[in-house]
């Protein structure tokens, strides 16, 4: 959806205007997505990644930018999933959407270690064609700043 930059807008003006722009079928195409990408999270915590096939189309691309690993096609995607020692809990935080893209912001809970974890989802024809992830563990907040920071709880 459309956010506006200056001031609050009430949300179906923001769906009108998303309608203008983007025309019905790209706000339903936006939801669509989002729709798709929250599929993607539920079956990963309910331990289901058989669903995985449903979301991602065959030839699509994982890329992990921080290894240099590129996941192509659907077997590899299978056999790295399968071969996991421990899936991840994921806790999202927000999900934002524009087009064919799809931003996700996630803690992501390997039972010990937790990675502050951006993923950039780009789709074609309703399906995920590549996945983009940044993972960040989560570290103690350095002693020098704390005279100009507050620590968050989450």
């Known amino acids: 959806m459309i956010k506006p930059w200056c001031y609050p807008v009430p949300e179906r003006t923001m769906r009108f205007m998303a309608e203008q722009i983007l025309g019905d079928q790209g706000v339903q195409e936006q939801g669509g997505n989002e729709n798709v990408v929250k599929r993607l999270i539920d079956c990963i915590n309910d331990r289901r990644i058989e669903v995985m096939d449903e979301l991602f189309h065959d030839d699509a691309v994982m890329h992990w930018p921080q290894s240099g690993e590129l996941v192509r096609g659907a077997e590899n995607r299978r056999g790295i999933y399968n071969a996991f020692p421990q899936l991840p809990t994921i806790t999202p935080r927000r ?19 937790t990675f502050e974890t951006v993923f950039i989802f780009e789709f074609r024809d309703g399906k995920i064609a590549k996945e983009t992830a940044y993972w960040s563990e989560a570290f103690p907040a350095p002693e020098w700043r704390s005279q100009w920071v507050e620590i968050s709880s989450s």
């Open 95 to 113: 999900l934002l959407s524009d087009g064919n893209l799809v931003v996700a912001e996630a803690r992501l809970d390997y039972g010990g270690p």
